[in-house]
């Protein structure tokens, strides 16, 4: 290759790079350079062209430059510079010696770091957000962890987290057990008002001569037995946050009447105090009651009805969302399980049998099952017939299906001869319901017909469809 072709590949080389490469004689000016880079340094060809890298320094373009800091060291070197321009830039260069060791040429490197540093910036910053969720969806998840599957508990969720925007009161309403308390918990933990306390206060628990001095507090001295320095009540523990006021329809009268008071005027006083406190919370309450007969009957205050009122949330019964049975069942066995350092299960037919239970107790009720199944039964799998007796309906042999029966059988009868009896009455009983004549039936059961005729006799009175 000519000495020209040679310069023009160069050439080629140089300005078809990514970086900015330059090369600098021994004395540090310019030979060649890729002229569409140095807008990073925020001058124009004509700028650089024919100068030397000591000039450029002067001026403050190249802040330091490389190249004279290999003319100097004669070693090759790496720096991060940051330009006039308010790039970052990363130049690795290199000295080029001739055959003798003379130093004869420096080629430099150059790369825009800017938009890199900028997605690091931004990928830090989106570690530490991920983090962060991880820690509060963990945190959420401890704290309550909500199991459903069916389309009513769905809504449910969704008009929690609504009006958890807003400050309105809202009254759940359901039996007790079906996650009254758990969802009043979430809808604070939903709402601007999740880092103030949530206070819970079960009316029917507070004796009536103490309610107004657990619920407002009472000032220094206010009765006998009160303490010395005066306590706070519950509404002031809850300033900021939300009260939950659980059993509502427990509230005495005289208290109807001094919360609605609160409500209104966003004040209270102190048990024996004068001072007018300002207090500032969202209340939640729960029953079990008929508030509207109540009311009706003179034991609920109307006007405090209407206030409580405002959103009511009705979260059905356990056997009125059967979906949701199987999920709490596993999600039980999961932590009970775990607790114990256990791993039972439960026989498909022990399913069958609690998904029709009737659930009166509701989640309350189906968490202290399984942790009595799990602690009592012996075998890892937890037949029907493990199940208290309420949960057997009378006759249990001839209802329910096929399997529960034989389940049904196998569990009952220790004894192996009155377990094959019991199979063989449920089979001829099957056979009877499905054919027409003694002769159809023994063919189905792959017996002879005398002795099907013999076997019907023997559990006479029993085989009946
Ligand atoms: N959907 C649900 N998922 C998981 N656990 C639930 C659910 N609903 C209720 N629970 C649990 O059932 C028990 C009773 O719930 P709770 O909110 O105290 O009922 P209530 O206040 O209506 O009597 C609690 O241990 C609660 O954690
Ligand atoms: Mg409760």
Known sequence: MSDNNVK?????????SNNNIT???????ILFTNPNHWWIYGIEPDHYLGKSVYQLETEGILSPSISAMVLKEKTPVQ???HTKTGKIVMSTAYPIFDADGELIRVVSYTQDQTEIRKLQDQYGQLEKKIQEYQSEVEELREQEELIYRSKEMHQIVKTILRVAKTDANVMLLGESGVGKSVFA????NQSYRSKAPFVEVNCSTIPKSLFESEMFGYEAGSF???QKHGKQGLVEQADNGTLF???????PLDM?????NVLQEKTFKRVGGKKEHRIDFRLVTATNQNLEEMVETGVFRLDLYYRLNVIPILIPPLRERKEDIAILINHNLEIINKKYNTNKKLHPSTYEILIQHKWSGNVRELENLIERLILTSEDSVIFPGFLPSHFHGQGSLDNKD??????????DDSNLKTALEQVERWMLMKARKQCKSTYEMAKLLGISQPSVVRKMKKYQGQVHQ
């Open 402 to 411: 096929d399997t529960l029966m034989f389940d049904q059988v196998l569990v």
């Open 185 to 188: 918990r979430r809808l604070h």
């Open 8 to 16: 023009r590949v160069l050439e080629s080389i140089i300005s078809t």
């Open 256 to 260: 109807q009447v001094k919360l609605l």
């Open 23 to 29: 090369v600098t004689d021994e004395k540090g000016f």
């Open 245 to 251: 006021l659980d059993e509502i329809g427990e509230l």
């Open 224 to 226: 006998t037995g009160a």
């Open 79 to 81: 720096i991060m510079q």
